[in-house]
């Protein structure tokens, strides 16, 4: 079994900035590619960011220059910093991981709860 748990998320002023942080553990062989999507109100599921890994990153245009993603392979965790929020930037944000477990002959997608990431104008 592997788990993804997300932190970091609350109610920030426009022009702030904030640190996701997502945590993978359980049986894990390996992680190859990691993201962040964020889910608002009455949207679809986007992808803000992502990072394979060997640190290559990509980013959706609306962020692009504002958020930065990155990885610490050793503790299996992904980071997503936030700067320079703006109120549609306010949505759930989730934690997703491709990752091969132990015993397993394939990798499978795996997702955190959600965090709840609410900007204020």
């Known amino acids: 079994q592997v788990q993804l748990v997300e932190s970091g998320g609350g109610l920030v002023q426009a022009g702030g900035s904030r640190r996701l942080s997502c945590a993978a553990s359980g049986r894990i062989a390996s992680i190859n590619a990691m993201a962040w999507h964020r889910q608002a109100p009455g949207n679809q599921r986007e992808l803000v960011a992502g990072?394979?890994?060997?640190?290559?990153?990509n980013y959706a245009d609306s962020v692009k220059g504002r958020f930065t993603i990155s990885r610490d392979n050793g503790k299996k965790t992904v980071y997503l910093q936030m700067n320079s929020l703006k109120p549609e930037d306010t949505a759930v944000y989730y934690c997703n991981a491709n990752v091969r477990a132990i015993g397993a002959t394939r990798t499978n997608d795996y997702w955190g709860q959600g965090t709840q990431v609410t900007v204020s104008s």
């Open positions: 990072i394979t890994n060997r640190g290559i990153t």
